[in-house]
């Protein structure tokens, strides 16, 4: 995945999403805590339990600098190879993280957004790891 434009705002927090309901659900596919977009190429593994056909993919983004808001991306594809099903892949993999768009939930300029549930292919970067406490807390 390539990320266009120059303005990272520090950094911050991205994930990766399919949604197969024509964007109502997001489940997140790969989370990078800490240090995203400071890179512009991103690699990722497409899990082989994905659902084939029709799929909107999404890249949000909540930055470490500036307003609060949440950024996001998406993107019509066609998956093919999985061996998924709908229900199993809404199931297994957690919803994506939203904040900053009126819903309760608020990130904190210059604090890192730690996802509570990334997901199973996470990345760490900006001094974040494994053990770090998901922040903010939002229900």
């Given at each position: 995945m390539t990320?266009?434009?120059a303005a990272t705002h520090s950094g911050g927090s991205c994930q990766l999403s399919l949604s197969y309901d024509k964007g109502k659900?997001?489940?997140v596919i790969k989370s990078m805590v800490g240090g995203c977009p400071l890179d512009f190429k991103y690699d990722f593994t497409m899990p082989s339990d994905v659902v084939n056909g029709d799929a909107l993919f999404a890249?949000?983004?909540f930055n470490l600098v500036g307003n609060r808001e949440m950024y996001m991306n998406c993107a019509n594809v066609e998956i093919s190879g999985g061996s998924g099903s709908k229900e199993s892949f809404g199931n297994d993999y957690p919803d994506m993280f939203v904040a900053n768009v009126g819903n309760g939930c608020s990130t904190v300029e210059g604090k890192h957004t730690v996802f509570a549930h990334p997901g199973k292919q996470v990345t760490y970067a900006g001094g974040l790891d494994a053990s770090s406490p998901p922040f903010p807390k939002c229900s």
């Open positions: 990320v266009a434009g659900t997001f489940k890249w949000s983004w």
